[in-house]
């Protein structure tokens, strides 16, 4: 943190803002998303996932990044029957590794590999068998522009399908768009649903559809900036048991270099 000091000291609000909303930036960063979902499940409970989703890039040469990213869920999951009762714990951890390049245009990409990994506490957070397919982010970042644009697309294919869950096929489109309000201090206008598909499941029950958005803001803890998001989200498609709506908080403690 101390190292990563200097650097925060010259870039503006805007600026980090900008950065926090790059995916595939060249930066160290630890998000912790929560979402809370209403009316989840037969029960109409609610469910409440926290996302700690640490991003750590790594120099491949002087043309090339590759950028990680692990999404550790701790979930707490409502009664879905009056026989099966809550449940809290650690969900299927997700890690995804891809190749950007290290000086872009206003257009920036990367493409790599997702892998999920076993790691449920219950049989109710998650799956038993790995999981590994692709993922690729596109998006338009421009100097002088308050807006930042691009969608993240990934698939995770089960590796094996004889154990507890069994196979799975489940895909995730994530457009997001951004709007730096000028002279707004760090303030923005965020809109970045998360649309889901189930491909195994029956007709009708295959897609979650989120539309909504919210705003964020850069602040600082001493001199280490925080970005900071609060959206919500209403589902125009869902499966029978998914939830209605969906409440986004996060908090992101930003180390750039």
Known sequence: MAAAIPAHAEMTKEELAKLAQNPIANLISVPFQNNTNLNFGP??????????????????????????RTILPVIWMPALSPDI?????????????????ANPGSW??????ITQLPTNS????????????PEFVILH?????PWVYGAIVNNVWSLTSNKQGGSYSQG?????????????????????PLWTVDW???????????????????FHLGRLPVNTQIQAYYNV??????ANWEIRAQVQFMFPK
């Open 43 to 68: 029960e109409k409970g609610t469910q409440n996932v926290l996302n700690i989703q640490p991003v750590i890039p790594f120099e491949f040469d002087k043309d090339w990044n590759i950028i990680t």
């Open 85 to 101: 009762g809550a449940r809290s714990g650690i969900g299927d951890i997700q890690f995804s590794a891809l190749l950007s390049p």
């Open 108 to 113: 920036i990409w990367g493409a790599g590999v």
């Open 122 to 133: 219950s049989a109710e957070l998650g799956n038993k068998n790995w999981g590994l397919g």
């Open 141 to 145: 970042l421009e100097h002088g522009s």
């Open 172 to 192: 995730i489109i994530q457009p997001f768009v951004n709007y730096n309000i000028p002279d707004g201090d760090g303030l923005y206008i965020v809109s970045a």
């Open 200 to 218: 195994n499941a029956k007709s009708g029950q295959q897609w979650t559809v989120p539309l909504g958005g919210g705003v964020g803001k850069i």
């Open 237 to 242: 498609a869902k499966p029978d048991f998914g």
